[in-house]
Protein backbone atom coordinates (compact mmCIF):
# COMPACT_ATOMS: atom_id res chain seq x y z
CA UNK A 1 0.00 0.00 0.00
CA UNK A 2 1.49 3.21 -1.29
CA UNK A 3 -1.39 5.40 -2.54
CA UNK A 4 -1.94 8.44 -0.31
CA UNK A 5 -5.59 8.48 0.70
CA UNK A 6 -6.62 11.69 -0.92
CA UNK A 7 -4.92 10.09 -4.52
CA UNK A 8 -6.59 7.06 -4.10
CA UNK A 9 -10.34 8.65 -3.47
CA UNK A 10 -9.67 10.72 -6.36
CA UNK A 11 -8.77 7.79 -8.39
CA UNK A 12 -11.52 6.08 -7.58
CA UNK A 13 -14.34 9.03 -7.98
CA UNK A 14 -12.88 9.13 -11.34
CA UNK A 15 -13.58 5.23 -12.85
CA UNK A 16 -16.44 5.07 -10.51
CA UNK A 17 -19.82 6.79 -10.30
CA UNK A 18 -19.68 6.20 -6.35
CA UNK A 19 -17.86 4.77 -4.19
CA UNK A 20 -20.69 2.72 -2.34
CA UNK A 21 -23.88 1.46 -3.60
CA UNK A 22 -26.38 0.24 -1.26
CA UNK A 23 -29.35 -2.16 -2.04
CA UNK A 24 -32.91 -1.88 0.06
CA UNK A 25 -33.54 0.82 2.13
CA UNK A 26 -35.53 -1.33 4.84
CA UNK A 27 -34.54 -0.74 8.24
CA UNK A 28 -30.81 -2.20 7.89
CA UNK A 29 -29.42 -0.27 4.64
CA UNK A 30 -31.10 3.61 6.13
CA UNK A 31 -28.82 2.90 8.64
CA UNK A 32 -25.93 2.09 6.18
CA UNK A 33 -26.99 5.45 4.69
CA UNK A 34 -26.62 7.09 7.46
CA UNK A 35 -23.46 5.64 8.47
CA UNK A 36 -22.07 6.24 4.95
CA UNK A 37 -23.34 10.09 5.15
CA UNK A 38 -21.08 10.32 8.35
CA UNK A 39 -18.12 9.23 7.49
CA UNK A 40 -18.76 11.49 3.93
CA UNK A 41 -18.57 8.45 1.39
CA UNK A 42 -19.69 9.03 -2.01
CA UNK A 43 -23.22 6.84 -1.77
CA UNK A 44 -26.02 5.61 -3.50
CA UNK A 45 -28.78 3.63 -2.17
CA UNK A 46 -31.03 1.88 -4.67
CA UNK A 47 -34.17 0.89 -4.04
CA UNK A 48 -36.79 -1.16 -5.36
CA UNK A 49 -39.72 0.47 -3.69
CA UNK A 50 -41.18 4.00 -4.26
CA UNK A 51 -40.71 4.31 -0.35
CA UNK A 52 -38.37 3.60 2.32
CA UNK A 53 -39.16 1.02 5.08
CA UNK A 54 -38.39 -2.57 3.62
CA UNK A 55 -40.27 -5.15 5.35
CA UNK A 56 -42.59 -2.03 6.44
CA UNK A 57 -43.23 -0.49 3.40
CA UNK A 58 -43.75 -4.30 1.59
CA UNK A 59 -46.14 -6.07 4.04
CA UNK A 60 -49.06 -3.93 4.74
CA UNK A 61 -51.40 -6.68 5.47
CA UNK A 62 -54.07 -5.76 8.11
CA UNK A 63 -52.58 -6.30 11.51
CA UNK A 64 -48.98 -6.21 10.36
CA UNK A 65 -47.23 -5.66 13.19
CA UNK A 66 -43.67 -6.22 14.92
CA UNK A 67 -42.88 -9.10 17.16
CA UNK A 68 -40.25 -7.18 18.78
CA UNK A 69 -41.19 -4.52 21.40
CA UNK A 70 -40.69 -1.39 19.42
CA UNK A 71 -38.51 0.67 21.44
CA UNK A 72 -35.99 -2.37 20.96
CA UNK A 73 -36.27 -2.34 17.49
CA UNK A 74 -35.72 1.40 16.28
CA UNK A 75 -32.40 2.70 16.01
CA UNK A 76 -30.25 3.86 19.13
CA UNK A 77 -28.30 6.25 17.09
CA UNK A 78 -28.58 9.18 15.95
CA UNK A 79 -29.89 10.04 19.36
CA UNK A 80 -32.01 13.34 18.21
CA UNK A 81 -34.33 10.42 17.11
CA UNK A 82 -34.73 8.69 20.03
CA UNK A 83 -35.70 12.08 22.00
CA UNK A 84 -38.02 12.72 19.65
CA UNK A 85 -40.39 9.63 18.56
CA UNK A 86 -42.75 8.05 20.71
CA UNK A 87 -43.86 4.71 20.10
CA UNK A 88 -47.52 4.58 21.00
CA UNK A 89 -47.56 0.68 21.70
CA UNK A 90 -45.28 -1.87 22.76
CA UNK A 91 -45.53 -3.48 19.36
CA UNK A 92 -45.66 -1.57 16.67
CA UNK A 93 -48.19 -1.20 13.69
CA UNK A 94 -46.89 -1.30 9.92
CA UNK A 95 -48.14 2.34 9.48
CA UNK A 96 -46.14 3.48 12.78
CA UNK A 97 -42.67 1.75 11.55
CA UNK A 98 -43.52 3.47 7.61
CA UNK A 99 -43.88 6.89 9.71
CA UNK A 100 -41.14 5.93 11.39
CA UNK A 101 -38.75 5.22 8.81
CA UNK A 102 -39.57 8.11 6.90
CA UNK A 103 -39.19 10.54 9.86
CA UNK A 104 -35.79 9.18 9.94
CA UNK A 105 -34.80 9.85 6.43
CA UNK A 106 -36.82 12.77 6.16
CA UNK A 107 -34.62 14.27 9.22
CA UNK A 108 -30.90 13.29 8.01
CA UNK A 109 -32.09 13.93 4.24
CA UNK A 110 -31.51 10.86 3.22
CA UNK A 111 -33.89 11.26 0.65
CA UNK A 112 -32.03 12.41 -1.89
CA UNK A 113 -29.10 9.85 -2.18
CA UNK A 114 -31.64 7.48 -2.60
CA UNK A 115 -33.19 6.46 -6.02
CA UNK A 116 -36.87 4.44 -6.15
CA UNK A 117 -38.38 2.04 -8.22
CA UNK A 118 -35.20 1.00 -9.07
CA UNK A 119 -34.57 -2.92 -8.32
CA UNK A 120 -31.35 -4.18 -9.02
CA UNK A 121 -31.39 -6.58 -12.25
CA UNK A 122 -27.61 -7.08 -12.93
CA UNK A 123 -24.22 -6.06 -10.60
CA UNK A 124 -21.16 -7.08 -12.34
CA UNK A 125 -17.63 -6.62 -10.83
CA UNK A 126 -14.92 -5.64 -13.00
CA UNK A 127 -11.52 -6.49 -12.37
CA UNK A 128 -10.08 -3.52 -14.04
CA UNK A 129 -10.58 -0.74 -11.40
CA UNK A 130 -11.69 -3.06 -9.22
CA UNK A 131 -15.98 -1.98 -9.50
CA UNK A 132 -19.33 -2.93 -9.81
CA UNK A 133 -21.47 -2.33 -12.34
CA UNK A 134 -24.70 -2.64 -11.57
CA UNK A 135 -28.52 -2.05 -13.37
CA UNK A 136 -31.54 -1.48 -12.30
CA UNK A 137 -35.08 -2.67 -13.28
CA UNK A 138 -36.03 1.21 -14.43
CA UNK A 139 -32.98 0.94 -17.41
CA UNK A 140 -30.40 2.86 -14.96
CA UNK A 141 -26.27 2.03 -14.19
CA UNK A 142 -24.69 2.97 -11.34
CA UNK A 143 -20.92 1.84 -11.35
CA UNK A 144 -18.96 1.89 -7.75
CA UNK A 145 -16.18 0.75 -5.78
CA UNK A 146 -18.31 -1.17 -2.88
CA UNK A 147 -21.57 -2.60 -3.11
CA UNK A 148 -23.48 -3.73 -0.23
CA UNK A 149 -26.44 -5.71 -0.17
CA UNK A 150 -29.11 -4.57 3.12
CA UNK A 151 -31.88 -6.44 0.18
CA UNK A 152 -32.98 -8.08 3.54
CA UNK A 153 -33.56 -11.60 4.97
CA UNK A 154 -37.59 -11.77 4.34
CA UNK A 155 -37.99 -9.76 1.33
CA UNK A 156 -38.76 -12.01 -1.66
CA UNK A 157 -41.96 -13.34 -1.19
CA UNK A 158 -42.77 -17.11 -2.12
CA UNK A 159 -45.82 -18.13 -4.40
CA UNK A 160 -45.65 -21.85 -4.34
CA UNK A 161 -47.06 -23.14 -7.71
CA UNK A 162 -50.45 -24.67 -7.50
CA UNK A 163 -52.30 -25.98 -10.74
CA UNK A 164 -54.39 -23.52 -12.39
CA UNK A 165 -53.23 -20.44 -10.67
CA UNK A 166 -54.02 -18.18 -13.30
CA UNK A 167 -57.19 -19.79 -14.18
CA UNK A 168 -59.10 -18.01 -10.76
CA UNK A 169 -61.26 -15.06 -11.57
CA UNK A 170 -61.24 -13.58 -8.59
CA UNK A 171 -58.20 -11.78 -6.72
CA UNK A 172 -55.35 -13.14 -5.23
CA UNK A 173 -52.67 -11.26 -3.18
CA UNK A 174 -49.64 -11.67 -0.93
CA UNK A 175 -49.33 -10.67 2.45
CA UNK A 176 -46.03 -9.02 1.71
CA UNK A 177 -46.99 -7.27 -1.59
CA UNK A 178 -50.16 -5.81 -0.15
CA UNK A 179 -51.71 -3.46 -2.53
CA UNK A 180 -51.64 0.00 -0.72
CA UNK A 181 -54.66 1.31 -1.47
CA UNK A 182 -55.93 -1.75 0.38
CA UNK A 183 -58.20 -5.11 -0.31
CA UNK A 184 -61.83 -4.69 -0.08
CA UNK A 185 -62.84 -7.77 1.92
CA UNK A 186 -66.08 -6.82 3.67
CA UNK A 187 -68.29 -9.86 3.08
CA UNK A 188 -66.26 -11.63 1.04
CA UNK A 189 -65.47 -15.45 0.90
CA UNK A 190 -61.35 -15.37 1.77
CA UNK A 191 -59.29 -18.24 1.20
CA UNK A 192 -56.10 -17.61 3.39
CA UNK A 193 -53.14 -20.13 2.63
CA UNK A 194 -49.96 -20.32 5.26
CA UNK A 195 -50.17 -20.16 8.93
CA UNK A 196 -47.10 -18.45 9.89
CA UNK A 197 -46.03 -15.33 11.41
CA UNK A 198 -48.90 -13.59 8.56
CA UNK A 199 -50.95 -15.92 8.40
CA UNK A 200 -51.32 -15.89 12.19
CA UNK A 201 -51.73 -12.34 12.46
CA UNK A 202 -53.91 -11.80 9.83
CA UNK A 203 -56.63 -14.49 10.45
CA UNK A 204 -58.51 -12.64 13.43
CA UNK A 205 -57.45 -8.92 12.17
CA UNK A 206 -60.15 -9.81 9.14
CA UNK A 207 -62.42 -12.54 11.07
CA UNK A 208 -65.30 -10.36 11.70
CA UNK A 209 -65.51 -8.28 8.74
CA UNK A 210 -65.35 -11.36 5.81
CA UNK A 211 -68.40 -13.32 4.89
CA UNK A 212 -66.35 -16.49 5.68
CA UNK A 213 -62.58 -17.74 6.52
CA UNK A 214 -60.98 -20.56 4.93
CA UNK A 215 -57.57 -21.09 6.61
CA UNK A 216 -55.15 -23.52 3.89
CA UNK A 217 -52.90 -25.16 6.83
CA UNK A 218 -49.99 -27.15 6.03
CA UNK A 219 -48.04 -27.11 9.23
CA UNK A 220 -49.58 -25.75 12.55
CA UNK A 221 -47.21 -23.56 14.14
CA UNK A 222 -47.17 -22.88 18.14
CA UNK A 223 -47.99 -19.30 18.82
CA UNK A 224 -47.81 -17.70 21.72
CA UNK A 225 -49.90 -14.18 22.27
CA UNK A 226 -47.85 -11.21 21.98
CA UNK A 227 -49.91 -9.54 24.84
CA UNK A 228 -49.63 -5.97 23.03
CA UNK A 229 -51.23 -2.92 24.56
CA UNK A 230 -50.53 0.97 24.41
CA UNK A 231 -47.85 2.82 25.90
CA UNK A 232 -48.96 5.71 28.48
CA UNK A 233 -47.06 8.80 28.14
CA UNK A 234 -45.70 8.00 31.63
CA UNK A 235 -44.32 4.79 30.01
CA UNK A 236 -43.36 6.76 26.58
CA UNK A 237 -41.19 9.24 29.17
CA UNK A 238 -40.00 5.99 31.18
CA UNK A 239 -38.87 4.46 28.16
CA UNK A 240 -37.16 7.55 26.64
CA UNK A 241 -34.90 8.26 29.56
CA UNK A 242 -34.46 4.77 29.90
CA UNK A 243 -32.75 3.86 26.22
CA UNK A 244 -28.99 4.39 27.79
CA UNK A 245 -29.29 1.32 30.01
CA UNK A 246 -31.88 -0.47 27.64
CA UNK A 247 -29.29 -0.44 25.05
CA UNK A 248 -27.03 -2.07 27.34
CA UNK A 249 -29.24 -4.87 27.90
CA UNK A 250 -30.03 -5.06 24.27
CA UNK A 251 -26.23 -5.44 23.50
CA UNK A 252 -26.16 -8.32 26.26
CA UNK A 253 -29.13 -10.72 25.57
CA UNK A 254 -28.60 -13.51 22.97
CA UNK A 255 -31.33 -12.23 20.44
CA UNK A 256 -30.86 -8.57 20.76
CA UNK A 257 -34.19 -8.70 22.45
CA UNK A 258 -35.41 -7.50 26.04
CA UNK A 259 -35.79 -10.62 26.94
CA UNK A 260 -32.89 -12.27 29.34
CA UNK A 261 -31.33 -15.22 29.03
CA UNK A 262 -32.67 -18.41 30.94
CA UNK A 263 -29.68 -19.70 33.13
CA UNK A 264 -31.77 -22.41 34.82
CA UNK A 265 -32.83 -26.21 33.23
CA UNK A 266 -36.15 -27.51 32.86
CA UNK A 267 -36.02 -29.98 35.43
CA UNK A 268 -33.99 -27.97 37.90
CA UNK A 269 -37.43 -26.74 38.68
CA UNK A 270 -39.78 -28.61 39.86
CA UNK A 271 -43.49 -29.65 38.07
CA UNK A 272 -45.17 -26.58 39.80
CA UNK A 273 -42.54 -24.28 39.23
CA UNK A 274 -42.55 -25.37 35.80
CA UNK A 275 -45.89 -24.35 35.48
CA UNK A 276 -45.70 -21.36 37.29
CA UNK A 277 -43.36 -19.84 34.60
CA UNK A 278 -44.47 -21.19 31.98
CA UNK A 279 -48.00 -19.34 32.84
CA UNK A 280 -46.07 -16.28 33.31
CA UNK A 281 -43.98 -16.38 29.86
CA UNK A 282 -47.89 -17.19 28.70
CA UNK A 283 -48.64 -13.89 29.80
CA UNK A 284 -45.78 -11.88 29.00
CA UNK A 285 -44.84 -9.99 26.26
CA UNK A 286 -42.85 -10.64 22.60
CA UNK A 287 -40.16 -12.81 22.27
CA UNK A 288 -39.95 -13.65 25.71
CA UNK A 289 -40.25 -17.52 25.54
CA UNK A 290 -37.77 -18.54 22.83
CA UNK A 291 -35.16 -16.97 25.24
CA UNK A 292 -36.27 -17.11 28.86
CA UNK A 293 -38.03 -20.40 29.46
CA UNK A 294 -35.21 -22.57 30.12
CA UNK A 295 -31.49 -22.63 29.31
CA UNK A 296 -32.32 -26.21 27.91
CA UNK A 297 -35.66 -25.72 26.41
CA UNK A 298 -34.00 -26.07 22.59
CA UNK A 299 -31.23 -28.42 23.21
CA UNK A 300 -32.98 -31.01 25.57
CA UNK A 301 -35.64 -32.64 24.08
CA UNK A 302 -37.38 -33.54 26.94
CA UNK A 303 -37.20 -30.07 28.11
CA UNK A 304 -38.69 -29.12 24.64
CA UNK A 305 -41.65 -31.61 25.06
CA UNK A 306 -42.35 -30.59 28.70
CA UNK A 307 -43.38 -26.90 27.29
CA UNK A 308 -44.28 -27.90 23.82
CA UNK A 309 -47.51 -29.93 25.79
CA UNK A 310 -47.85 -26.80 27.91
CA UNK A 311 -48.42 -25.12 24.55
CA UNK A 312 -50.80 -27.84 23.09
CA UNK A 313 -52.75 -27.59 26.59
CA UNK A 314 -53.53 -23.72 25.75
CA UNK A 315 -54.25 -24.54 22.28
CA UNK A 316 -56.98 -27.21 23.80
CA UNK A 317 -58.29 -24.92 26.42
CA UNK A 318 -59.31 -21.92 23.98
CA UNK A 319 -60.38 -23.69 20.93
CA UNK A 320 -63.72 -25.02 21.57
CA UNK A 321 -63.60 -27.81 18.60
CA UNK A 322 -61.39 -30.59 19.49
CA UNK A 323 -60.66 -31.77 16.03
CA UNK A 324 -59.77 -27.98 15.64
CA UNK A 325 -57.72 -27.75 18.35
CA UNK A 326 -55.82 -30.93 17.56
CA UNK A 327 -55.28 -29.93 13.97
CA UNK A 328 -53.62 -26.47 15.34
CA UNK A 329 -51.01 -28.47 17.96
CA UNK A 330 -47.99 -28.60 15.73
CA UNK A 331 -46.43 -32.79 15.49
CA UNK A 332 -43.63 -32.47 13.67
CA UNK A 333 -41.82 -29.97 15.35
CA UNK A 334 -41.19 -28.98 19.32
CA UNK A 335 -41.95 -24.83 20.31
CA UNK A 336 -38.40 -22.99 18.88
CA UNK A 337 -37.74 -25.58 16.10
CA UNK A 338 -39.48 -22.85 14.10
CA UNK A 339 -39.53 -18.95 14.41
CA UNK A 340 -43.18 -18.80 16.64
CA UNK A 341 -45.37 -16.76 15.67
CA UNK A 342 -47.16 -14.16 18.27
CA UNK A 343 -50.64 -14.16 18.22
CA UNK A 344 -53.13 -11.81 19.23
CA UNK A 345 -57.17 -13.83 19.33
CA UNK A 346 -55.90 -16.43 16.47
CA UNK A 347 -56.85 -19.02 18.28
CA UNK A 348 -60.25 -17.28 19.45
CA UNK A 349 -60.71 -16.92 15.83
CA UNK A 350 -61.31 -20.72 15.41
CA UNK A 351 -64.25 -20.50 17.44
CA UNK A 352 -66.32 -18.32 15.28
CA UNK A 353 -68.95 -19.91 12.96
CA UNK A 354 -66.99 -18.49 9.45
CA UNK A 355 -63.85 -19.54 10.01
CA UNK A 356 -62.91 -23.36 8.56
CA UNK A 357 -59.26 -24.76 8.86
CA UNK A 358 -58.25 -27.15 5.89
CA UNK A 359 -55.40 -29.46 7.09
CA UNK A 360 -53.82 -29.77 3.97
CA UNK A 361 -51.85 -32.99 4.92
CA UNK A 362 -55.12 -34.45 5.07
CA UNK A 363 -56.62 -32.58 2.14
CA UNK A 364 -53.88 -31.14 -0.77
CA UNK A 365 -54.75 -28.64 -2.79
CA UNK A 366 -55.36 -30.09 -5.98
CA UNK A 367 -56.08 -26.95 -8.20
CA UNK A 368 -56.97 -23.48 -8.42
CA UNK A 369 -60.40 -23.32 -11.15
CA UNK A 370 -61.87 -20.25 -12.08
CA UNK A 371 -64.01 -19.84 -8.81
CA UNK A 372 -61.82 -21.29 -6.15
CA UNK A 373 -60.07 -24.21 -4.86
CA UNK A 374 -60.70 -27.74 -5.76
CA UNK A 375 -58.62 -30.12 -2.55
CA UNK A 376 -58.84 -33.44 -2.13
CA UNK A 377 -61.99 -33.14 -0.13
CA UNK A 378 -63.71 -30.95 -2.01
CA UNK A 379 -64.12 -27.80 -4.41
CA UNK A 380 -64.59 -24.15 -2.35
CA UNK A 381 -65.37 -21.09 -4.11
CA UNK A 382 -64.23 -17.73 -3.14
CA UNK A 383 -63.63 -13.95 -4.13
CA UNK A 384 -60.51 -13.63 -3.10
CA UNK A 385 -57.51 -15.95 -2.55
CA UNK A 386 -54.70 -14.59 -0.02
CA UNK A 387 -51.13 -15.69 -0.07
CA UNK A 388 -49.34 -16.00 3.38
CA UNK A 389 -46.73 -18.40 2.19
CA UNK A 390 -43.69 -16.90 3.57
CA UNK A 391 -40.31 -15.62 1.79
CA UNK A 392 -37.52 -17.19 -0.16
CA UNK A 393 -34.98 -16.19 3.23
CA UNK A 394 -31.41 -14.97 4.04
CA UNK A 395 -30.55 -15.74 0.32
CA UNK A 396 -33.66 -15.06 -2.03
CA UNK A 397 -32.60 -11.71 -2.96
CA UNK A 398 -29.05 -11.89 -3.22
CA UNK A 399 -29.48 -14.84 -5.61
CA UNK A 400 -32.13 -13.06 -7.50
CA UNK A 401 -29.64 -9.74 -8.07
CA UNK A 402 -27.31 -11.59 -11.04
CA UNK A 403 -24.30 -10.73 -8.99
CA UNK A 404 -20.99 -11.64 -10.55
CA UNK A 405 -18.03 -11.82 -9.32
CA UNK A 406 -14.29 -12.43 -10.62
CA UNK A 407 -14.13 -14.35 -13.79
CA UNK A 408 -18.27 -14.11 -13.84
CA UNK A 409 -19.14 -16.27 -11.29
CA UNK A 410 -22.84 -16.05 -10.47
CA UNK A 411 -23.39 -16.00 -6.89
CA UNK A 412 -26.44 -17.85 -7.65
CA UNK A 413 -24.41 -20.61 -8.66
CA UNK A 414 -21.65 -20.74 -6.54
CA UNK A 415 -24.45 -20.66 -3.63
CA UNK A 416 -25.70 -23.44 -5.33
CA UNK A 417 -25.33 -26.24 -2.47
CA UNK A 418 -26.23 -23.50 0.33
CA UNK A 419 -24.19 -20.62 1.19
CA UNK A 420 -20.53 -19.57 2.17
CA UNK A 421 -19.65 -16.27 3.46
CA UNK A 422 -16.93 -14.95 5.66
CA UNK A 423 -18.37 -13.87 9.00
CA UNK A 424 -21.81 -13.31 6.97
CA UNK A 425 -20.76 -10.40 5.49
CA UNK A 426 -18.32 -11.52 2.82
CA UNK A 427 -17.74 -14.43 0.18
CA UNK A 428 -14.70 -15.30 -1.46
CA UNK A 429 -13.99 -14.33 -5.54
CA UNK A 430 -16.69 -11.73 -5.04
CA UNK A 431 -14.64 -8.55 -3.88
CA UNK A 432 -16.12 -5.27 -2.44
CA UNK A 433 -19.70 -7.02 -2.62
CA UNK A 434 -20.57 -6.84 1.29
CA UNK A 435 -23.43 -7.84 2.72
CA UNK A 436 -25.54 -6.73 5.58
CA UNK A 437 -27.86 -8.52 7.19
CA UNK A 438 -27.90 -11.86 4.99
CA UNK A 439 -26.88 -15.49 5.46
CA UNK A 440 -24.72 -16.82 8.46
CA UNK A 441 -24.73 -13.16 10.17
CA UNK A 442 -28.16 -12.61 10.95
CA UNK A 443 -29.93 -13.61 14.46
CA UNK A 444 -32.94 -12.24 16.51
CA UNK A 445 -34.04 -9.26 16.73
CA UNK A 446 -33.05 -7.96 13.09
CA UNK A 447 -32.11 -4.15 13.80
CA UNK A 448 -29.88 -5.32 16.34
CA UNK A 449 -28.08 -7.95 14.28
CA UNK A 450 -27.83 -5.91 11.37
CA UNK A 451 -26.05 -2.87 13.37
CA UNK A 452 -23.59 -5.21 14.15
CA UNK A 453 -22.99 -6.17 10.38
CA UNK A 454 -23.57 -2.30 9.48
CA UNK A 455 -20.95 -0.76 11.65
CA UNK A 456 -18.79 -3.72 10.94
CA UNK A 457 -18.85 -3.12 6.89
CA UNK A 458 -18.20 0.54 7.62
CA UNK A 459 -15.15 -0.16 9.53
CA UNK A 460 -14.08 -2.62 7.26
CA UNK A 461 -14.73 0.36 3.71
CA UNK A 462 -12.90 2.98 6.01
CA UNK A 463 -10.12 0.56 6.75
CA UNK A 464 -9.58 0.06 3.18
CA UNK A 465 -10.65 3.98 2.08
CA UNK A 466 -7.70 4.95 4.87
CA UNK A 467 -4.80 2.49 3.55
CA UNK A 468 -5.34 3.32 0.16
CA UNK A 469 -6.85 -0.07 -1.05
CA UNK A 470 -10.03 -0.59 -3.56
CA UNK A 471 -10.30 -4.10 -3.10
CA UNK A 472 -11.35 -5.92 -0.23
CA UNK A 473 -11.66 -9.96 -0.74
CA UNK A 474 -12.57 -12.58 1.93
CA UNK A 475 -9.52 -15.70 2.05
CA UNK A 476 -11.22 -18.52 1.13
CA UNK A 477 -10.14 -20.64 4.26
CA UNK A 478 -11.83 -17.88 6.74
CA UNK A 479 -14.90 -18.76 4.97
CA UNK A 480 -14.29 -22.44 5.33
CA UNK A 481 -13.98 -22.21 8.99
CA UNK A 482 -16.60 -19.16 9.31
CA UNK A 483 -19.61 -21.37 7.57
CA UNK A 484 -18.52 -24.73 9.43
CA UNK A 485 -19.09 -22.53 12.72
CA UNK A 486 -22.67 -21.29 11.35
CA UNK A 487 -23.13 -24.97 11.08
CA UNK A 488 -21.86 -26.10 14.44
CA UNK A 489 -24.45 -24.09 16.16
CA UNK A 490 -27.35 -25.18 14.50
CA UNK A 491 -27.10 -28.44 15.78
CA UNK A 492 -29.54 -27.42 17.77
CA UNK A 493 -32.50 -26.93 15.24
CA UNK A 494 -32.55 -30.55 14.06
CA UNK A 495 -36.31 -30.67 13.91
CA UNK A 496 -35.97 -27.22 11.64
CA UNK A 497 -36.58 -29.07 8.24
CA UNK A 498 -39.69 -27.45 6.86
CA UNK A 499 -38.53 -23.96 8.36
CA UNK A 500 -37.33 -21.08 6.51
CA UNK A 501 -34.11 -21.26 8.88
CA UNK A 502 -32.63 -23.97 6.30
CA UNK A 503 -34.74 -23.13 3.14
CA UNK A 504 -37.12 -25.95 3.95
CA UNK A 505 -40.20 -23.73 2.85
CA UNK A 506 -38.90 -23.46 -1.51
CA UNK A 507 -39.07 -26.36 -2.98
CA UNK A 508 -35.39 -27.48 -4.49
CA UNK A 509 -33.62 -25.06 -2.56
CA UNK A 510 -30.14 -26.32 -0.85
CA UNK A 511 -31.40 -27.34 2.84
CA UNK A 512 -28.57 -25.71 4.72
CA UNK A 513 -28.90 -24.02 8.08
CA UNK A 514 -28.99 -19.48 7.07
CA UNK A 515 -28.70 -17.59 10.30
CA UNK A 516 -26.35 -16.88 12.91
CA UNK A 517 -27.20 -18.75 15.75
CA UNK A 518 -24.86 -18.41 18.49
CA UNK A 519 -26.08 -15.40 19.17
CA UNK A 520 -25.26 -11.15 19.31
CA UNK A 521 -22.88 -10.80 21.93
CA UNK A 522 -21.06 -13.68 20.57
CA UNK A 523 -21.16 -12.66 16.43
CA UNK A 524 -20.43 -9.00 17.82
CA UNK A 525 -17.20 -10.35 19.77
CA UNK A 526 -16.11 -12.21 16.81
CA UNK A 527 -16.47 -9.21 14.25
CA UNK A 528 -14.47 -7.03 16.52
CA UNK A 529 -11.83 -9.57 17.51
CA UNK A 530 -11.57 -9.70 13.41
CA UNK A 531 -11.07 -5.76 13.18
CA UNK A 532 -8.99 -5.52 16.09
CA UNK A 533 -6.88 -8.00 14.06
CA UNK A 534 -6.16 -5.68 10.86
CA UNK A 535 -9.41 -7.59 9.61
CA UNK A 536 -7.73 -10.83 9.46
CA UNK A 537 -9.18 -13.59 6.79
CA UNK A 538 -9.58 -10.37 4.13
CA UNK A 539 -7.20 -10.05 1.19
CA UNK A 540 -6.59 -5.79 0.61
CA UNK A 541 -5.63 -4.33 -2.86
CA UNK A 542 -5.08 -1.08 -4.46
CA UNK A 543 -6.00 -1.59 -8.19
CA UNK A 544 -5.46 0.54 -10.31
CA UNK A 545 -8.06 1.87 -13.57
CA UNK A 546 -6.30 0.31 -16.13
CA UNK A 547 -4.49 -2.59 -14.43
CA UNK A 548 -6.16 -5.89 -13.88
CA UNK A 549 -5.71 -7.59 -10.13
CA UNK A 550 -2.76 -9.43 -10.52
P1 LIG B 1 -43.68 -18.17 7.01
O1 LIG B 1 -43.46 -18.16 8.47
O2 LIG B 1 -42.64 -18.77 6.14
O3 LIG B 1 -45.07 -18.91 6.75
C1 LIG B 1 -45.45 -19.31 5.48
C2 LIG B 1 -46.65 -20.20 5.57
O4 LIG B 1 -47.02 -20.60 4.25
C3 LIG B 1 -46.38 -21.48 6.35
O5 LIG B 1 -47.52 -21.81 7.08
C4 LIG B 1 -46.15 -22.49 5.23
O6 LIG B 1 -46.40 -23.80 5.58
C5 LIG B 1 -47.14 -22.01 4.21
N1 LIG B 1 -46.83 -22.53 2.90
C6 LIG B 1 -45.69 -22.37 2.20
N2 LIG B 1 -45.76 -23.06 1.04
C7 LIG B 1 -46.95 -23.68 1.03
C8 LIG B 1 -47.61 -24.54 0.12
N3 LIG B 1 -47.02 -24.92 -1.00
N4 LIG B 1 -48.85 -24.96 0.43
C9 LIG B 1 -49.42 -24.57 1.57
N5 LIG B 1 -48.87 -23.77 2.48
C10 LIG B 1 -47.64 -23.33 2.21
O7 LIG B 1 -43.94 -16.70 6.45
P2 LIG B 1 -44.64 -15.48 7.18
O8 LIG B 1 -44.81 -14.40 6.18
O9 LIG B 1 -45.84 -15.91 7.90
O10 LIG B 1 -43.60 -15.05 8.26
C11 LIG B 1 -42.24 -14.86 7.90
C12 LIG B 1 -41.49 -14.21 9.00
O11 LIG B 1 -41.76 -12.81 8.95
C13 LIG B 1 -41.83 -14.53 10.38
O12 LIG B 1 -41.35 -15.69 10.89
C14 LIG B 1 -41.32 -13.32 11.15
O13 LIG B 1 -39.93 -13.39 11.33
C15 LIG B 1 -41.66 -12.23 10.25
P3 LIG B 1 -45.17 -24.75 6.09
O14 LIG B 1 -44.89 -24.29 7.48
O15 LIG B 1 -44.02 -24.48 5.16
O16 LIG B 1 -45.69 -26.12 5.97
Known sequence: MTASVHSSETENA????YEVLIVGAGVTGLYQ???????RWSVRLLEAGSGVGGTWYWNRYPA???????????YFTPKELLAEWNWTEHFASQPELEAYFNKFVNDYDLRRDIEFDARVVSAVYSEVGSLWTVTTSNGKKFTATYLIAASGVLSVPFYPSFPGTDTFRGLTCHT????????????????????GSSGVQLVPAIIDEVQSLTVYQRTP?????????????????EIRSGYPALYERLQRTSGGFLHED?????????VEARRAHYEDLWNGRGMRAMFSTYADVLTNPAANADFSEFLAQKIRSIVKDPETADKLIPKDHGFGMKRPPLETGYYEAYNKPNIELVDLRENPILRFTTTGIESADTTREFDVIIYATGFDAFTGALTRMGIRGLNGVSLEKYWAEGPFTYLGVAVPGFPNLLIDSGPHGTFGNIPRSAE?????VTGLVNHARSNGFNLIDAAEAAAEDWTAHVYEGAQHFAQSAGSWYVGGNIPGKAKKFLPYSWGIPIYREKLNEVANNGYRGFRFAHVAAEAAVS
Not at 14 to 17: H, R
Open 221 to 237: NWAMPLNNCALSAAEQE
Open 33 to 39: LHRAREH
Open 64 to 74: ARTDSEAYTYG
Open 452 to 456: VQVDF
Open 262 to 270: ATKNAFDDT
Open 14 to 17: KSAD
Open 176 to 195: ATWPRDGVDLAGKRVALIGT
